[in-house]
Structures are given as structure tokens and as C-alpha cells.
């Protein structure tokens, strides 16, 4: 990239950063959002590596790519137990998650895509490899990242109509910075050719699977969500209806239908696990005005009594979505009404939970085809329709038993993505450390 167009892009993001001063203030004064990490992301002060082992350093923007990786970060430190692995993430809530799932490793905030930033980052990190998930093309980070001599990686590339669209009216840029990276593992064909037509070549990009299908748990006995079904006090008769990664106004749909269903099935119980933390204060409002019995789940551990049958439970913490699928019965998986475009539908799907969700869900519009090819989940329009398929599952238990099997079935026949995304990636720090080596 010639040199002008570092300054050129500088001056870009500090100009977007100026414009949208106003509401990042609000947002670190309302919510606490953007008050961290400011060193490392601004002037690229990661923890510095003092060790000579080869590293990965792995990206995650949030919660759900944090999440992604787990399987992947397992699999790579199994095949190469001396590979030093760091994770950044971008977010305030990725950052906290990430430091509780990988305790073990290095995990700091990713510099922004500013050149001092970046450059400063990777000279203290001292990757062999840095592994971009899903879709994180920083021109900056992706060019440092060469001229160091590290190899750069995207895995479980995705690609949306939306985002192909938009890339390519700036095709020149996309494509020079494609051509740097060095693999691409796609999700699907068709997203492998859409990296293609943007300027990736053609020997680096690879269908693997996605990495979604690898990291969704089937077993419901596993030992979070057994404890979780304790702490709710859940009996095996009782029927759960989960309603996750919800945005407004999906958590009052799923309450009202609740209300409406719950006086002919005593049995029926409600939890809400809302997609952004931000927003559980507006659900405990809602709940509270509904004059039904409700706890938050922050609240279950010093909670001196079981559970009475009716109490809804909000989630108000991070990182437990995935466990607590694991006891449902009925599940409606959210920013699918909104414009949000939909939230990861197979964690549900792959413990065989009844599973529904909006009509808007074009960020897993290839999940969502191959669920609905196997008749394994259902796509409801409006709250009616939500209605209507929860009731349907009540009243039929055999259909909703074989409607989640379906679906379960369907998951683990998918698997197998991290092993074919690691025999991509281990060449790749080898190639490194040999060129190093070689030095």
C-alpha cells in the first residue's frame, strides 16, 4: 500500500472517530462501553512477548467470535503444544468473556486499524500468524502485518450479499488487501467465490465448513448446563420456552405469548437471555411492569427458596447462552424480527431444541437453508406465528421431538471444520519460522 494511503486512511478514521465523538461519549457515560483498553487500541500497546515460541495471534471482534473460537484454540494448542496463542477482541464484552473463557492466554483489546497502532502491536505480539475471524478486513493490520514478515489468515469466512455488495464499489482497495492474505478458509463455495470476485487468489481460498457447527455442544447433560438446571430449579416435567439473543421488541412478544399459553400449560417456563448487556435494565423494567413473578439470573445463587414454577428468569450475564439452550424445550432465537439479521440458531438446533425464528435472518442465511431443507427449525413472520408454533409444540410433543432431532442430526453431520481450518493454518507458522530461521 503506498504510503499516502496510510495517511489518507488515518485521516479517514480519526475523521469518523470525530464525527461519532458525541455518541461514543454517551455511550462510555451510559452504558461504560468504550472507557477501556484505550492504550492498546489507540497507540498498539499489547502485551509485550518476551518467549521465542512461534504465536498465533488470534482476532475475535465479540461475544459470538469469541465463542467461535474455542474448538479452533483447542484443536491448535493439541497439534502444537509449544504455539503461544493471543487473543484480541474489540469490544468491551469480548474482552470480558475472553478473559474468562481463555484464562491461560494472552488476551488484550486489537489495536484500531490507526498505522502507528498496528505496527506497534505486531512488534510486541511478534506473531507468526495472525487469524482473522469471519470477516475482519483492517487494511492497515492486514499490510503491517506483511511488511513484518507474519502471515495472515481469515477463518471461517463469511461473506453476505450485503457486505459483497458493498465491497465492491471500493473493489481496488478490497483487492489489494486480499491479495496479502495468505488463506482463506470459507464457510461454503459460494462464499469462497465471493472472496474471489473481491481479489483474493484463487490458491489460497478453501471451503472448510463453519466453525459454528464444530462449536455447538449436543450433549445436555454437560456440566454447566446440569448446574444451571439446579440453580433454576427446573423439574424434568417442566417445559422451557427460551427466548435468546433477543432484541427490542422481541423479549415482550415472547412474554406475551407466554402470558397467553401459560394458563393451559402450568408446566410452561419463560427465560429471556437479551443479546446486549445494555439493554437488560429495559427488560427487568418490562418485566416488572408485567406484575409476574421474575428473577435475574445474577440473582439465582442467593436466591434462599426453590423457585416458584411461574417465576421467569432474565439472563443478565455473559457467555452463558450456549448452557442454558441446553435445557430447553421450545427456543426462538432472536434478531430475527429486527434488523439485526438474524443470531446463531445452531446452538439450540444442535441440542434438538424446537426451534423457531424471525423472517429477517440474512446473516445466517446459509444455516438457515440447510435447517430448513432437513425440517429442522421453523420460520415464523410476526408474533402471531410465534404463537401459534409454541402452542403447536405444546400440544404436539411428538412433532417438536422430532422437529429438534431433525436438526440435531443435521449439526452432526456438519462437523468437522476446526480440524480442516488447522491443517490449513499449522503450514502457515512453519513457513514462518523457517523463513525466520532462515534469516
Known amino acids: 500500500m503506498p504510503r499516502f494511503q496510510y495517511w489518507l486512511l488515518n485521516a479517514a478514521y480519526l475523521g469518523a472517530i470525530m464525527l461519532a465523538l458525541p455518541w461514543l461519549?454517551?455511550?462510555?457515560?451510559?452504558?461504560?462501553?468504550?472507557?477501556?483498553?484505550?492504550?492498546?487500541?489507540?497507540?498498539?500497546?499489547?502485551?509485550?512477548?518476551?518467549?521465542?515460541?512461534?504465536?498465533i495471534w488470534l482476532h475475535a471482534v465479540s461475544v459470538g467470535e469469541v465463542n467461535l473460537l474455542a474448538n479452533l484454540i483447542r484443536e491448535l494448542a493439541d497439534n502444537r503444544p509449544n504455539l503461544e496463542l493471543v487473543i484480541s477482541t474489540t469490544t468491551k464484552t469480548g474482552y470480558e468473556l475472553a478473559r474468562q473463557k481463555y484464562a491461560d492466554h494472552t488476551v488484550f483489546y486489537c489495536p484500531l486499524d490507526f498505522s502507528w497502532a498496528v505496527k506497534r502491536a505486531l512488534q510486541r505480539i511478534r506473531p507468526d500468524l495472525l487469524v482473522l475471524a469471519e470477516l475482519e478486513l483492517w487494511p492497515q493490520l492486514i499490510t503491517e502485518a506483511k511488511?513484518?514478515?507474519?502471515?495472515?489468515?481469515?477463518?471461517?469466512?463469511?461473506?453476505?450479499?450485503?457486505?459483497?455488495?458493498?465491497?465492491?464499489?471500493?473493489?481496488?482497495?478490497?483487492?489489494?488487501?486480499?491479495?496479502q492474505v495468505d488463506m482463506?478458509?470459507?464457510?461454503?463455495?459460494?462464499?469462497?467465490?465471493?472472496?474471489?470476485r473481491l481479489g483474493a487468489r484463487a490458491e489460497t481460498v478453501f471451503t472448510t465448513g463453519s466453525l459454528k457447527f464444530d462449536g455447538a455442544t449436543t450433549d445436555r447433560c454437560n456440566?454447566?448446563?446440569?448446574?444451571?438446571?439446579?440453580?433454576a430449579g427446573l423439574a424434568e416435567e417442566d417445559i422451557l420456552l427460551l427466548a435468546g439473543s433477543t432484541q427490542d421488541p422481541e423479549e415482550a412478544m415472547a412474554l406475551r405469548v407466554y402470558q397467553d399459553l401459560k394458563p393451559d400449560h402450568p408446566r410452561l417456563r419463560l427465560v429471556i437471555v437479551p443479546r446486549h448487556p445494555q439493554r437488560f435494565a429495559d427488560v427487568a423494567t418490562l418485566l416488572e411492569a408485567s406484575s409476574l413473578p421474575w428473577i435475574r439470573r445474577t440473582q439465582l445463587e442467593s436466591s434462599p427458596y426453590p423457585l416458584p414454577r411461574s417465576t421467569i428468569i432474565l439472563v443478565d450475564s455473559i457467555g452463558e447462552l450456549g448452557a442454558w439452550w441446553g435445557l430447553a424445550d421450545i427456543g426462538f432465537v432472536g434478531g430475527s424480527f429486527g434488523n439485526r439479521g438474524g443470531q446463531n440458531m445452531?446452538?439450540?438446533?444442535?441440542?434438538?431444541?424446537?426451534?423457531?425464528f424471525g423472517p429477517n435472518t440474512w446473516n445466517f442465511r446459509e444455516i438457515v437453508a440447510q435447517l430448513l431443507a432437513a425440517e429442522g427449525a421453523e420460520v415464523v413472520k410476526d408474533e402471531q406465528q410465534l404463537s401459534a408454533f409454541v402452542r403447536?409444540?405444546?400440544?404436539?410433543?411428538?412433532?417438536?421431538?422430532?422437529?429438534?432431532?431433525?436438526?440435531?442430526?443435521?449439526?452432526?453431520?456438519?462437523?468437522?471444520?476446526?480440524k480442516r481450518t488447522v491443517q490449513l493454518l499449522l503450514p502457515l507458522v512453519a513457513e514462518t519460522e523457517a523463513m525466520r530461521n532462515a534469516a
Do not use: M
Not at 489468515?153 to 461473506?159: E, P, T, Y
Not at 482463506?184 to 474471489?196: D, H, K, L, W, Y
Open 25 to 55: 461519549l454517551w455511550s462510555a457515560w451510559r452504558h461504560g462501553k468504550y472507557r477501556e483498553g484505550f492504550a492498546e487500541k489507540f497507540w498498539g500497546n499489547a502485551p509485550r512477548r518476551s518467549c521465542d515460541q512461534p504465536c
Open 392 to 418: 403447536r409444540t405444546l400440544n404436539e410433543p411428538e412433532w417438536a421431538k422430532n422437529l429438534g432431532e431433525r436438526a440435531r442430526q443435521l449439526v452432526l453431520s456438519q462437523q468437522g471444520a476446526t
Open 147 to 179: 511488511k513484518q514478515g507474519v502471515q495472515v489468515a481469515i477463518v471461517n469466512g463469511r461473506l453476505s450479499d450485503k457486505s459483497l455488495s458493498g465491497y465492491l464499489r471500493i473493489r481496488p482497495l478490497i483487492s489489494r488487501i486480499l491479495a
Open 223 to 231: 456440566t454447566r448446563t446440569t448446574q444451571l438446571r439446579k440453580l
Open 184 to 196: 482463506i478458509a470459507a464457510q461454503n463455495a459460494e462464499t469462497g467465490e465471493r472472496f474471489s
Open 346 to 356: 445452531l446452538e439450540p438446533a444442535a441440542y434438538g431444541v424446537a426451534t423457531c
